[in-house]
């Protein structure tokens, strides 16, 4: 028997499968204990759901619920796993809440509004903690945004300084906490004012006198979520040394691309709130430069590279490192904190305008009309402020008025007068996001990709770069139409037929009002011509 017999003989079956490749980021999760604050909200119940369908290996999650609208905190536990996201859990994994504990407490009340043996039990077993707890309310009160936002991270952080296993905290911030500079970086900025000031002028004053000194706090920050975010990583700074922390910032989050369920979105914050206006047709005019970048995320890639973060952070110690700053506006030069800072953003790499989002809902959104649909698609971003305005007038206000007439003569509640207010209001808010543009840096998101393993980036994938904004905006439309409309992809039929009624109101609308303004512009010039000759 020569050699290559030999060898033959020893080969296996088992030897011609290729093992699983490995991955660091599950390997990293396996047998933690994490703690998650804001697992009811958007991102909060993906990162849940990734976890368990991801990270198998998971020991326990631990998450607080506060009790809203007139539900406890376990009644809102139940909720969350009535989402479509956890339908291929349910179906593979139908045990998997035994693996998840309700924690009760509410980020806005001191201490988090732990009791005393909950705060035992999260000292002694959590490893992890993930916080995405917020108020994302632009139009929020100072004080409840000071409170959810700039004393929870503090209560937050003190609570994880006594936790015995702590080896990754991440802190989800926004790339616009400092949007009060151009350029955005990496990097710590010098907040307008700092934490310890805040919580102490917003206990000193009551509501009435904080009211009336809110803008003049604010300065030139557009609202208390980007203003209450910037003085949080101050608190974040300061208090966080020598803890394992990422600062992760992500841009305007938009609904998932891939995982667990494509186009999945429970929200109409930003720019989803601008698609499904104009989708229904009730938006019709924004004010913005529709030449000016419109950086936005997808969130399943957010919560991939929120857990690339804490891997980094946990096992690569500090990006920043010893790195000294350059940059001019801080006020002095000096080494960079120790805490990583994470800029997950799209326009460095792979760049949408605010014209390329319109043309793209309105491609994908036309071709699937919803039944709920108002009236025919008529919008326009303008970057003339007093042309908006008018718009506005013409478009909304006007229309408001006749409906709202015309529903009180037939003795039904009048409703579009309040609900354009709402939009006019939305509309103002997300203005300063349209007409603005900002220059993010995203370095270190860039090399924590490259650093990762082949298997890691397929199983926890945001490169951005690869991500195709056509397709992604073919699902983005039908996932807001299925999730937030409630409308099943099974109507279009019906919703085609009743946007091609409204198409032909529309017009036929136009061609009346032209025809009485023409008329109207001729009895003019004949008034006048009568009246000089």
């Known amino acids: 028997m020569d050699i290559y017999e030999q060898q033959g003989q020893d080969i296996l079956g088992c030897d011609m499968i290729q093992p699983e490749e490995d991955s660091d980021i599950k390997n990293f999760f396996d047998g933690s204990s994490i703690f998650i604050t804001g697992a009811t909200g958007f991102l909060g119940i993906l990162a849940v759901e990734k976890l368990l369908r991801t990270c198998t290996g998971v020991k326990q999650i631990f998450i607080l619920v506060r009790a809203k609208k007139g539900k406890d905190s376990k009644q809102r536990f139940e909720e969350i796993f009535n989402e479509p996201t956890f339908d291929y859990l349910k179906r593979h994994n139908p045990n998997f809440k035994e693996k998840i504990n309700l924690i009760m407490g509410d980020i806005s009340l001191p201490d988090l509004g732990l009791n005393e043996i909950d705060k035992f039990t999260l000292i002694e077993e959590i490893d992890c903690v993930?916080?995405?707890?917020?108020?994302?309310?632009?139009?929020?009160?100072?004080?409840?945004?000071?409170?959810?936002?700039?004393r929870g991270v503090k209560d937050l952080i003190r609570l994880a300084k006594q936790m015995k296993k702590l080896r990754a905290f991440l802190h989800v911030s926004t790339a616009f906490s400092n949007c009060n500079r151009q350029e955005i970086g990496e990097i710590f900025y010098d907040p307008p004012i700092t934490g310890e000031k805040l919580?102490?002028?917003?206990?000193?004053?009551?509501?009435?006198?904080?009211e009336a000194v809110t803008k003049t706090i604010l300065a030139d920050f557009p609202n208390t979520y980007a203003f209450t975010k910037c003085v949080a990583e101050d608190i974040l700074k300061k208090e966080g040394k020598n803890l394992p922390i990422a600062l992760y910032r992500p841009s305007i989050v938009v609904a998932t691309a891939k995982e667990p369920v494509a186009g999945w979105i429970n929200n109409v914050y930003g720019a989803t709130g601008v698609l499904i206006g104009v989708a229904v047709g009730l938006l019709r005019s924004l004010y913005g430069n529709k030449n000016n970048k419109a950086d936005m995320v997808p969130a399943d890639y957010v919560i991939n590279s929120c857990f690339a973060s804490m891997w980094d952070?946990?096992?690569?110690?500090?990006?920043?490192?010893?790195?000294?700053?350059?940059?001019?506006?801080?006020?002095?030069?000096?080494?960079?904190?120790?805490?990583?800072?994470?800029?997950?953003?799209?326009?460095?790499?792979?760049?949408?305008?605010?014209?390329?989002?319109?043309?793209?809902?309105?491609?994908?959104?036309?071709?699937?009309?919803?039944?709920k649909v108002i009236w025919h698609y008529m919008f326009k971003m303008r970057s003339n402020y007093y042309e908006h305005m008018l718009a506005v007038f013409f478009l909304h206000t006007i229309p408001a008025y006749v409906v709202d007439f015309i529903l009180l003569c037939l003795r039904k509640k009048p409703m579009l007068i309040k609900g354009y207010q709402k939009i006019n209001k939305f509309a103002n808010v997300i203005a300063y996001f349209t007409k603005n543009e900002w220059k993010f840096k995203n370095d270190n998101v860039q090399s924590l990709?490259?650093?990762?393993?082949?298997h890691d980036k397929e199983l926890f994938d945001f490169n951005i770069e690869k991500l195709n904004w056509d397709m992604y905006f073919y699902t983005y439309t039908r996932g807001a139409r299925v999730y937030l409309l409630k409308d099943p992809l099974d109507t279009i039929p019906q919703g085609k037929v009743k946007y091609y009624k409204l198409i032909i109101l529309h017009y036929t609308l136009l061609t009346i009002i032209s025809a009485l303004l023409l008329r109207f512009t001729f009895a003019l010039l004949e008034y006048i011509f009568h009246i000089v000759y």
């Open 313 to 371: 952070v946990a096992t690569m110690k500090s990006l920043n490192k010893n790195k000294e700053i350059e940059d001019p506006r801080c006020r002095e030069h000096k080494l960079e904190q120790d805490i990583p800072i994470y800029n997950y953003v799209s326009s460095p790499q792979n760049p949408l305008t605010w014209d390329q989002f319109n043309k793209l809902g309105e491609k994908y959104g036309t071709q699937i009309p919803s039944e």
């Open 130 to 150: 993930m916080h995405y707890a917020a108020t994302v309310r632009f139009d929020e009160k100072l004080r409840l945004a000071t409170y959810i936002n700039v």
């Open 199 to 210: 919580l102490n002028l917003v206990e000193c004053l009551d509501d009435n006198q904080l």
């Open 449 to 454: 990709w490259k650093r990762m393993k082949k």
